[in-house]
């Protein structure tokens, strides 16, 4: 079974920057401790503040399909009204081997 690679693009409401950074920031540091998440990256936008991007590399779908269940993903959830602008955009991918595999790779 091969890895799963996603990529979550969130816009903050202006003003909500601060809280929802924190609310993610949570959510990524009880993310790291699940199995199956080999990682969990936070970014920010450098042309937008409230813009957040979350990296993520998991061992399995099912792996991931578990951590949507955890009670901090509820808890994201649960704060997203309030704090984003929209419904976050969430790309689900596989992976390409092309160049180099060691900077290639996720």
């Known amino acids: 079974m091969s ?10 409401k202006p003003g909500s920057e ?3 950074q924190a609310i ?8 790291h401790l699940e199995g199956g ?4 990256a936070l970014h920010v936008s450098k042309q937008d503040p409230a813009q957040f991007v979350i990296v993520e ?4 779908q099912e792996d991931l399909d578990a951590h949507f269940t955890t009670p901090h993903m509820a808890k994201l959830a649960g704060a997203a009204g309030d704090l984003l602008a929209a419904p976050p955009t969430i790309v689900f991918c596989d992976a390409i081997a ?3 595999p060691a900077k290639g790779s996720i």
């Open 3 to 12: 890895n799963v690679i996603v990529v979550a693009t969130l816009q903050a």
């Open 37 to 40: 998440c080999r990682t969990y």
């Open 57 to 60: 590399n998991w061992d399995s």
């Open 24 to 31: 993610l920031t949570e959510t990524i540091e009880a993310t």
């Open 98 to 100: 092309a160049g180099d």
């Open 18 to 20: 601060d809280a929802a």
